[in-house]
């Protein structure tokens, strides 16, 4: 197990948007609800969980993908179908397609995904994995 990637925390600017876009992506994809408080949740798949916490010592109130950090978060996903129905469904839970005049293929034509952010600034890529 050494070096497999035990968690991920996330600082977000509100909870309640994190829950309704990362939250609903993060199900979808098969994760689980692991722990819940006052200010964070956390999902887990396997061994590994990512945790969502809106801390009381932010400095600013929107991620910038552009800054020094997390760029994004990239998930496999099962297949090109599961990418465009995750896709469709994406902008009723707060999130936006970007790069929509590349897409499915903003990452090369070898390259299936879909890039969404959400509207707290936070971008995930969901990666076609199988046929």
């Known amino acids: 197990m050494s070096g497999v990637l035990h ?5 977000v600017p509100d909870l309640n948007r994190s829950i309704e876009s990362l939250g609903w992506l993060l199900e979808s994809l098969g994760y689980t609800l692991f722990q819940s ?4 949740r956390s999902w887990r798949l396997g061994t590994t969980y990512l945790v969502f916490e809106q801390s009381p010592d932010l400095t600013v109130d929107r991620h910038d993908r552009c800054r020094p950090g997390l760029n994004h978060l990239a998930f496999h996903v099962e297949d090109r179908t599961t990418v465009r129905a995750l896709t469709a469904e994406a902008r009723q839970h707060g999130w936006r397609l970007m790069f929509s005049d590349r897409h499915p293929h903003a990452g090369g034509e070898q390259h299936y995904a879909a890039y969404l952010e959400n509207s707290d600034g936070f971008e995930v890529e969901l990666v076609a994995t199988g046929a």
Do not use: Q
């Open 7 to 11: 968690h991920i925390e996330v600082w």
């Open 37 to 40: 408080w006052d200010s964070g």
